[in-house]
């Protein structure tokens, strides 16, 4: 007897053995193929909305609409609160540059004839 | 429309899926019982490689399914025996700190399951020789090393060629022919010793 003619009649015997396997376990492994098809389901569904979050491909789920709301109202707070900052520190680097040609005696002539810069000069010196 | 082909296309592919699992999931049992020598194992282990193949390549063309899904169960298979090894290691060193002999009135016949006594019907003596040598087949390849059972498995009873079972064995197909022989020699030897006529 060749090996292709001896392993053909070892696997008809073990072919005859998968019909007797025991309910418990045929049951369970029907659960697992089951639970297997529904993952694959939810692995190639198409993109669409399911309540209020996006669902696309193998499981993947993007925030909702009112998850982004609250995400761009964030962005928009934080973008203020940098401008507001950047707004600041541009003024302070203007008053030291000021102050810098006041004691370096490099302001021009005209300034002192600036009546606002009068009044800014005695509140500072203040 | 699109959605429609895309809806049919899904449909058939998991279809496809369901059938191609429906058909190997009880010799998948086998093959892993035969790993593992665990029946609750088993299962776990054929559950977990359905779930991968679904999650991972449910997509893939179902003439790749068989290679695709041979080499996920024989990769749970190795992965189970590394976390047995890991377990096995912390459990030896945590019980070396235990206190000795806590279990010295358990008797291992209270585990032992009473097997379902549903084979009624038939000639008894035939029924008999057939769970015999069915029990032979087993406890022969059980007894193969774990190399050359799984290429006379995935050769023979999965029916993969020499190139597909190779690459789920993740070997040369030079050793899958080698590990075939052998496996094959080794059986007729093991049965013939237990008096097993095929």
């Not at chain 2, 590990?179 to 030897?189: E, N, S």
Request: aromatic share 10%; glycine share 8%; net charge negative.
């Amino acid at each position: 007897m060749n090996e292709s003619d001896f392993a053909a009649k070892i696997v008809t015997r073990l072919n005859e053995s998968l019909g007797q396997l025991d309910g418990p376990i045929v049951r369970r492994l029907a659960g697992a193929r089951a639970r297997a098809i529904t993952l694959a389901r939810e692995a190639d569904r198409p993109m669409g909305w399911e309540g209020d979050v996006l669902v696309w491909g193998r499981g993947n789920r993007a925030p909702g609409v009112s998850w982004l709301l609250i995400v761009l109202a964030l962005l928009f707070v934080l973008t203020g609160f940098f401008y507001w900052e950047r707004i600041q520190q541009q003024r302070g680097g203007d008053f030291a540059e000021i102050d810098a040609k006041l004691l370096a005696d490099e302001l021009p002539i005209d300034v002192y004839l600036d009546n606002g810069f009068d009044v800014w000069l005695r509140q500072s010196s203040e | 429309m699109a959605w429609g082909f895309s809806l049919g296309a899904l449909l058939a592919s998991s279809r496809e899926l369901a059938d191609f699992l429906a058909g190997v999931e009880r010799r998948a049992f086998k093959h892993a019982l035969f790993a593992v020598r665990d029946e609750a194992l088993a299962l776990d282990v054929v559950q977990d490689a359905m779930l991968k193949l679904a999650e991972k390549y449910s997509g893939k063309p179902a003439a790749e399914y068989p290679m695709l899904f041979q080499r996920i169960l024989q990769n749970t298979v190795r992965d189970h025996f590394r976390r047995q090894k890991v377990r096995n290691f912390w459990s030896t060193l945590i019980s070396s700190f235990g206190p000795a002999g806590q279990d010295q009135d358990h008797d291992p016949l209270e585990t032992l399951e009473v097997k379902g006594s549903s084979n009624f019907g038939g000639d008894p003596a035939a029924r008999m020789e057939q769970a015999q040598t069915l029990q032979g087949i087993e406890e022969a390849l059980e007894g193969l090393p774990a190399r050359q059972r799984q290429a006379f498995l995935l050769r023979y009873w999965e029916d993969l060629d020499v190139s597909e079972a190779a690459a789920a064995m993740g070997c040369s197909e030079g050793s899958v022919k080698t590990h075939c022989f052998r496996a094959v020699r080794a059986l007729a030897v093991v049965l013939r010793e237990k008096g097993i006529e095929l």
